[in-house]
């Protein structure tokens, strides 16, 4: 037999927010969460992620070994 009130409340319907505004409806042992990132403002998500690579790797690879061209 399972025991008895040892298990937390679970909440169909607890709200998710991120900056204020709710974000979604999801099930939880909590009523309502805060969070920072979610995937409609994560930048790998909503498509604004930047690489900068000044140098490249293999560039840096070749001047480093003073390879002439880039055949090894």
Sequence with gaps: MPKKNIHPEWYNNSKVYCDGKEIMT????????????????????????????TEGRVERFMKKYNFKNNKI
């Excluded at 969070?35 to 909503?46: A, C, K, L, M, Q």
């Design 26 to 53: 999801i099930g939880s042992t909590k009523k309502e969460m805060h969070v920072d990132i979610w995937s409609g403002n994560h930048p790998f998500f909503t498509g604004s992620q930047k690489i900068i690579d």
